[in-house]
């Protein structure tokens, strides 16, 4: 047991160094945290600190992790967001998930020879970006209000329900152990019932019920509650619990969208999952995510895999967005920026990459190559936004002084 907790906390103690040393390089947290795992993984670290029994106890932790993280994202899916660039977005949205999602299946496919259902979910890793990052870099810069956050943002927005779709598909046909298509159809026919049940009867009642003693602690228990219970019924059915954890978020929100006494609920319930996730199980995740892809043997195959996934991934995503924003006739030195702040990776590809890892749906290098794949494009691409931001800044202010 001691073995245990000692493991426990230098994981935590590592994310949070790592964390603030990325954040003095001006990098994403998420990238120190990866490397807290590439260090613990070091042998010698690993063999002081990690007791053969202690690694199920970190993976079950790490789930519970990802759980959270995609119940947040549930929780934050703003699908009645509108707006008067909202044709522009969604043609944004489209083109940066399409171009790479289809240019990383067809290179993994007949470039490295991989199966099917791997080449998809290279494509989804590839598909999938995080705006999120390039929100803060926008936001440090001073720039948050200006139409470029705006667009960037918006197609955010257009994003999450895209990725919702992706993530959907991926984990219902191929996240799950699949005997015959009968017991899964039978599977997601009884999950849909269950997701209605929650939906129009348990889920407000715990809201309700819990909204009777307002607490931090009152409601993180009935956000676990919900979560869980949703989890449970999902792996029963044959469904990916993951899928299960965003529903749970999407219903909680229109829920509480819909009965004005309860609205405020759900800023109680996001700030207190958010600081349990960001203050233990998510920064367990990552550098779990980091350790498992340390230890995988790289060959020549596995290095020109990565270069070629950090190429269709970048051009993919930029060439989508560039596309986008001159054909709306905005200006070249705006589409540049735009498309730079839609590259940067975030937690979603690292969830699925791990999800796709343990349904043995990938093998290790594949895993490995998109764990690292990640970590560089959000180096360069977000580095190369924030100098983009600070050039475009300087013009601003030139401009200014001459007005």
Request: proline share 2%; charged share 10%.
């Amino acid at each position: 047991m001691n073995g245990i907790v000692l493991g426990i906390v230098a994981i935590i103690v590592a994310a949070y160094l790592f964390s603030q040393i990325a954040k003095f390089l001006k990098l994403p947290a998420v990238l120190g945290q990866l490397s807290a795992g590439f260090i613990l993984a070091i042998p010698f670290i690993n063999e002081a600190f990690f007791p053969p029994e202690s690694f199920q106890l970190f993976s079950f932790l790490a789930e519970i992790g990802i759980l959270l993280m995609f119940f947040l994202a549930g929780l934050g899916l703003r699908l009645d967001k509108k707006g008067k660039d909202l044709k522009l977005m969604i043609s944004i949205s489209l083109l940066n998930t399409t171009i790479p999602l289809v240019a990383g299946f067809l290179a993994a496919y007949f470039i490295f020879s991989f199966g099917l259902v791997e080449s998809l979910f290279i494509g989804a890793a590839l598909a999938v970006s995080s705006q999120a990052i390039s929100y803060r870099i926008l936001d440090e810069a001073g720039m948050a209000n200006h139409r470029i956050a705006a667009f960037i943002v918006g197609s955010g927005i257009v994003d999450d329900v895209i990725e919702f779709i992706i993530l959907t598909l991926l984990l219902t046909f191929f996240g799950v152990i699949i005997t015959e298509p009968a017991d899964l159809a039978i599977g997601i026919v009884l999950f849909v019932a269950v997701v209605l049940f929650f939906r129009f009867y348990l889920i407000q009642f715990i809201l309700e019920r819990a909204s009777h003693e307002p607490s931090q602690a009152t409601y993180f228990m009935a956000s676990m509650v919900i979560i869980l219970l949703m989890a449970h019924f999902a792996s029963l059915f044959g469904i990916s619990s993951f899928l299960a954890a965003i529903i749970s978020g999407i219903i909680v929100r229109q829920i509480l969208m819909g009965l004005p006494d309860l609205r405020n609920v759900g800023k109680s319930i996001s700030s207190t999952v958010k600081t349990a996730a960001n203050g233990f199980f998510v920064p367990i995740f990552f550098v779990w995510a980091g350790m498992n892809a340390a230890t995988a043997d790289f060959d020549t195959g596995a290095i020109l895999l990565i270069i070629t996934l950090i190429f269709i991934d970048i051009a993919g995503t930029l060439a989508g967005t560039m596309i986008a924003m001159l054909g709306a006739g905005k200006k070249m030195n705006d589409a540049i920026i735009v498309a730079m702040g839609v590259v940067p990776k975030g937690d979603t590809e690292l969830a699925l990459a791990v999800i796709a890892l343990d349904a043995g749906i990938i093998n290790h290098g594949i895993y490995s190559s998109i764990i690292i794949m990640a970590f560089i494009v959000t180096i360069i691409s977000s580095t190369l936004f924030r100098h983009l931001l600070s050039e475009r800044k300087k013009t601003m202010n030139h401009n200014g002084a001459l007005a």
